[in-house]
């Protein structure tokens, strides 16, 4: 090896990972609301994403959108719309989870997660698009709390409390992520419990329920959500919904073809079944005729014979 090479490699830096993920100046805590998003990889990817879906909702659900007077200049108005888009502050907010392909975004005061979340479902259920690539499961996140049981059931009796339903089926469903002092089944049953409380005309529900109680325990705290047809919306995975809406819709279209040639069948068979209902009438006065013509044939032939038969028997007198 010449000293060159040998100088070339000595010199080149060397890097050593230590495997640690870096630490964020705003991390997840408590008393927060917005959104978790999952991913499979490429986080920063599902991050774009997730903070397009949230502007464009937030620009159409939360934000006024001045009229256009016929006398004002269109010119200022414009400018003025140049200057608002300037001035315009970040409205949503990453947290840091400390999970891989977990992410969280907080939305402010005003902005209710589960209304972007059901007009983004309503979306995507009309428009037959996932309108997401990397972004998996978009989960409204109505407020956060401590992994610990005594906050755990604060949270969950104030979040109740925002629930006005008489009687509904409800099921429980928790999921633990880098927290080893927290049970997923003890956290399921804490909650029941707190459900039976606040309200006893629920009834629990395994098998499609009309709202799911969610909680997400993620390391130090804990995500809790209400969501309306959890399995209908599979699970509120944008990608998995999209497909299924568009499998649907295929099948439906089947079945109108099938329809289509089934009424097309059955016409058929019923002009068919008339033309021959007419062949038949047909052949019917056709055999009648041929028999009142043949009896009219004999008739004639009987009249005619008669005299000549007479003659043939006559006999001749005696002298």
């Known amino acids: 090896m010449s000293q060159s090479w040998k100088r070339k490699f000595r010199n080149k830096p060397q890097f050593n990972f230590s495997g640690k993920r870096k630490k964020w100046s705003n991390p997840l805590t408590e008393g927060v609301k917005g959104f978790l998003f999952t991913c499979n990889a490429k986080e920063a990817e599902c991050v774009r994403e997730g903070y397009n879906i949230l502007d464009e909702y937030y620009e159409a659900l939360y934000t006024k959108h001045n009229?256009?007077?016929?006398?004002?200049?269109?010119?200022?108005?414009?400018?003025?719309?140049?200057?608002?888009?300037?001035?315009?502050?970040?409205?949503?907010?990453?947290?840091?989870?400390?999970?891989?392909?977990?992410?969280?975004?907080?939305?402010?005061e005003e902005v209710d997660p589960l209304a972007i979340s059901n007009q983004l479902i309503s979306d995507i259920r009309t428009q037959k698009s996932a309108k997401t690539r990397h972004l998996l499961r978009f989960i409204p996140v109505l407020g956060t709390c401590k992994a610990s049981v005594p906050s755990i059931e604060t949270a969950v009796r104030e979040l109740l409390k925002?629930?006005?339903?008489?009687?509904?089926?409800?099921?429980v469903m928790?999921?633990?992520?880098?927290?080893?002092?927290?049970?997923s089944t003890h956290l399921i049953e804490v909650i029941a419990n707190i459900v039976k409380q606040e309200k006893p005309q629920w009834r629990v529900k395994l098998s499609d329920p009309k709202?799911?109680?969610?909680?997400?325990?993620?390391?130090?705290?804990?995500?809790?959500?209400?969501?309306?047809?959890?399995?209908?919306?599979?699970?509120?995975?944008?990608?998995?919904?999209?497909?299924?809406?568009?499998?649907?819709s295929e099948i439906g279209s089947e079945v109108n073809i099938c329809k289509e040639s089934t009424n097309t069948d059955s016409g058929a068979i019923q002009s068919v079944g008339s033309v021959k209902s007419e062949i038949e009438s047909v052949t019917t006065e056709n055999t009648q005729?041929?028999?009142?013509?043949?009896e009219a044939q004999t008739t004639d032939t009987e009249l005619k014979t008669g005299p000549e038969e007479a003659q043939e028997i006559k006999v001749e007198p005696t002298q």
């Open 67 to 108: 009229q256009v007077d016929n006398g004002e200049d269109i010119a200022k108005q414009l400018e003025d719309e140049i200057n608002e888009m300037k001035s315009k502050r970040k409205v949503f907010y990453q947290l840091g989870t400390n999970c891989r392909n977990l992410v969280f975004v907080q939305s402010p």
């Open 162 to 171: 925002t629930r006005s339903d008489p009687f509904c089926d409800y099921m």
């Open 174 to 183: 928790c999921k633990v992520r880098n927290n080893d002092d927290t049970c």
């Open 211 to 248: 709202l799911t109680i969610n909680a997400d325990v993620v390391c130090k705290v804990c995500c809790l959500s209400i969501l309306p047809d959890f399995f209908k919306n599979k699970k509120y995975n944008l990608i998995e919904l999209a497909q299924s809406v568009i499998k649907e």
């Open 289 to 294: 005729r041929t028999d009142v013509d043949f």
